[in-house]
């Protein structure tokens, strides 16, 4: 089992709607998770990180984690076509990250 | 803003080929990192170094090497390039505060093709 799984997708979606991506990682251990944005032929950009459990917002950006389920979270309120990317998880510890494959996500205009 | 940058945003090289990726960063970062990224496999840790002169292995450093001479310059090293080299390298780099995540910045990446 990998230590962080996410689903590669592709997820399309219209414009305007709420996107739920989602990581499970197995190793407790840790506590702190990022979500990267990653544009075609770019690197990736940190879009947000969460320590713990429960919710950080950023704009129409929502980080969640629910540790009782090991499930990492991102939510895209009214998702516009700029928001077309590959979305990674990642869960932080000292000096290296694990990350999970990426979702490919589409939104359409 | 932190900046990192790496030498080549497209590189194309021989098999047997010796390969120079440069990273460079500007913001006075302890840790630097190489990454390659593939298709279904995600971003894997090639080196990464935590101080001037320091490396460490990561999760895949056979057939590369590395050196970090200078604090802001990371360099990865492809002594004998092959085609299953050919990959997306990301360089990233983060400071040593450990009371936060040590976030790690990317830079835009190198997309090497080994022919």
């Known amino acids: 089992q990998k230590e962080v799984e996410q689903d590669p997708g592709p997820l399309s979606v219209p414009e305007g709607a709420i996107v739920s991506l989602n990581c499970t990682y197995s190793?407790?251990?840790?506590?702190?998770f990022m979500w990267y944005r990653q544009y075609s032929r770019k690197g990736p950009e940190l879009l947000m990180y969460t320590y713990s459990s429960g919710n950080k917002e950023d704009g129409r950006f929502t980080a969640q984690v629910d540790k009782s389920s090991k499930y990492i979270s991102l939510f895209i309120r009214d998702s516009q076509p700029s928001d077309s990317a590959t979305y990674l998880c990642a869960r932080a510890g000292t000096y290296k990250y694990i990350f999970g494959t990426g979702t490919r996500l589409k939104v359409l205009a | 803003d932190v900046k990192v940058t790496q030498s080549s945003r497209y590189l194309v090289k021989r098999t047997g080929e010796k390969v120079f990726l440069e990273c460079v960063q500007d913001m006075d970062h302890e840790n630097m990192f190489w990454y390659r990224q593939d298709p279904g496999l995600g971003l894997r840790l090639i080196y990464f170094s935590y101080d001037v002169k320091m490396k460490e292995k990561g999760d895949i450093p056979e057939g590369y090497s590395v050196s970090r001479e200078k604090k802001e310059r990371f360099s990865l090293i492809l002594e004998s390039a092959s085609t299953n080299q050919t990959s997306m390298y990301l360089c990233?780099?983060?400071?040593?505060?450990?009371?936060?995540?040590?976030?790690?910045?990317f830079g835009p990446g190198t997309r090497l093709t080994v022919l």
């Open positions: 990233a780099s983060s400071s040593s505060d450990r009371t936060l995540t040590d976030t790690q910045y």
């Open positions: 190793n407790s251990a840790f506590q702190y």
